[in-house]
């Protein structure tokens, strides 16, 4: 388990398949996502099998929140193409609960995750993609240090419209070099 204020990240179980279903298909949910199409629970299987079978720093882990004595998941995040030569890899992020939107718990997931990347696995450079019309998860990512570096123009499709894919990075210097609050500890 990896440990921060209010929540916690652990290891998916098969178990974990029919939240990961109803919140893959939550249409406000899918706004920020790739997904477009309805995703059944055989998809997920099928998705849960092809995620398990990649190298364990590829896993996705699931975002608990501590309520009393009981951990909710309420999301899931993961890093993707790792490079293990240049020491970078892709991370995403999803808070599937829309009640638990905007209480700070993406922050702190994104920064356990970051500090994961740098700390334990020894990534260099964290990049992510993020849709224009994602201003809240825009705020965060800025906010925990990352930086704009490109757009791709019209590079996705939704609800009848080209969107503008922003490209952002962080990379070790940077996060070692910053100055921010987001109640998560680093020694
Ligand atoms: C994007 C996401 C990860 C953010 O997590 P969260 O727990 O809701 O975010 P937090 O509560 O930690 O932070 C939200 C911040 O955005 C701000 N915010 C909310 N709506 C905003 C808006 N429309 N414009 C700008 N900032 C906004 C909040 O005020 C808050 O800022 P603060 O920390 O400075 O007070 C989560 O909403 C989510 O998973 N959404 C669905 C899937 C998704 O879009 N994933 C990201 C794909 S790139």
Redesign the pocket.
């Given at each position: 388990m990896i440990y921060g204020v209010r929540i916690r990240l652990r290891a998916p179980e098969r178990s974990d398949i029919p939240k990961f279903v109803q919140w893959i298909n939550d249409p406000?949910?899918?706004?920020?996502?790739q997904q477009v199409l309805p995703f059944s629970s055989v998809d997920e299987e099928n998705w849960f099998d092809s995620m398990i079978s990649r190298p364990m720093a590829e896993h996705i882990l699931v975002i608990e929140y501590s309520l009393g004595d009981k951990w909710i998941p309420i999301?899931s995040m993961g890093f993707h193409n790792i490079d293990w030569r240049i020491r970078q890899a892709e991370i995403?992020?999803?808070?599937?609960e829309k009640l638990?939107?905007?209480?700070?718990?993406?922050?702190?997931?994104?920064e356990l995750m970051i500090a994961h990347g740098f700390k334990t696995l020894n990534f260099n450079r964290i990049a992510?993609?993020?849709?224009e019309t994602?201003?809240?998860?825009?705020?965060?990512?800025e906010?925990l240090g990352f930086v704009h570096e490109g757009r791709k123009r019209q590079g996705m499709y939704k609800d009848g419209k080209y969107i503008d894919v922003l490209m952002m990075s962080i990379l070790r210097s940077e996060w070692e070099g910053r100055d921010i609050r987001t109640g998560v500890e680093h020694e």
């Open positions: 406000e949910v899918l706004v920020g996502l999301g995403g992020i999803m808070i599937g638990y939107w905007n209480k700070g718990f993406g922050s702190e997931a994104m992510l993609e993020v849709y994602n201003p809240r998860a825009i705020h965060v990512y906010k």
